[in-house]
């Protein structure tokens, strides 16, 4: 899978909206741009993913740049829980899911009160 | 809906002893897979069992080993365990099909610490 970059750490104010950035410039057309979360003491967690548009769900919305080398995922009312580490993953549709999930070190999401 | 449970939660092992971890499935998902997450990194793939057979395998070696059962739980097995091995082992079920759109469901995880 085509390699992801995200920022180490970022803060963020309760009630405010979010916006984690991840760039793909080597992304192939067909990767999806899956997002996953993982907050503290849990396994990760399925937020959002999309190949093209861009798309809304209950816990995120994600943007894709038209040029598809980078996203956005947007938490639209950060609170405490969503204080987590935010990982931005490629994954080929022409692939079967045999080769796993690869995560990088992800972004580390604080929370302000 | 039932998800993804690990067993035991912690474990406490000495090296060159073996363990076994389990994983029972979220309802209705046919594939397992199974993670290795030292500490403050993300979780690494060991390998995947669909059908009751391994899948696709991370870089992990020979002693790495697992199983799938009729009824889609699964075992991760380690043999000889290192003192490298201590990590919290990440269980995740899924519905077979194409990577893109494949969503993987994660239990809590259990945490080996090898002495």
């Known amino acids: 899978d085509a390699k992801t970059t995200q920022p180490n750490s970022m803060e963020s104010n309760e009630e405010e909206p979010v916006h984690l950035p991840c760039n793909h410039s080597t992304i192939s057309g067909t990767d999806y741009i899956h997002w996953y979360r993982q907050l503290p003491s849990q396994g990760p967690e399925y937020v959002i993913h999309g190949l093209t548009s861009n798309v809304n769900n209950r816990m995120a919305s994600l943007a894709i740049a038209e040029d598809r080398k980078s996203s956005t995922l947007i938490l639209h009312r950060a609170t405490l829980r969503d204080a987590a580490v935010y990982y931005c993953?490629?994954?080929?549709?022409?692939?079967?899911?045999?080769?796993?999930?690869?995560f990088g070190k992800g972004t580390h999401l604080i929370i302000q009160p | 809906e039932t998800g993804v449970t690990q067993s035991p939660t912690h474990l406490i092992k000495t090296r060159g002893q073996q363990v076994t971890l389990r994983c029972s499935s979220q309802?209705?998902?046919?594939?397992v897979s199974w993670y290795q997450q030292a500490l403050g990194q993300g979780p690494q793939f060991i390998f995947q069992?669909?059908?009751?057979?391994?899948?696709g395998r991370g870089n992990f070696p020979p002693r790495f080993s697992g199983l799938q059962f009729p009824n889609y739980s699964s075992e991760l097995n380690v043999n000889a365990l290192e003192l490298d091995d201590s990590a919290l082992y990440l269980c995740?079920?899924?519905?077979?099909?194409?990577?893109?759109?494949?969503?993987?469901?994660f239990g809590p995880g259990t945490r080996l610490l090898v002495l």
């Open positions: 309802s209705g998902h046919n594939t």
């Open positions: 995740a079920s899924s519905l077979w099909g194409l990577a893109g759109d494949e969503t993987q469901y």
């Open positions: 069992y669909y059908r009751e057979e391994e899948n």
């Open positions: 993953i490629l994954r080929d549709r022409r692939r079967g899911g045999a080769d796993g999930l690869t």
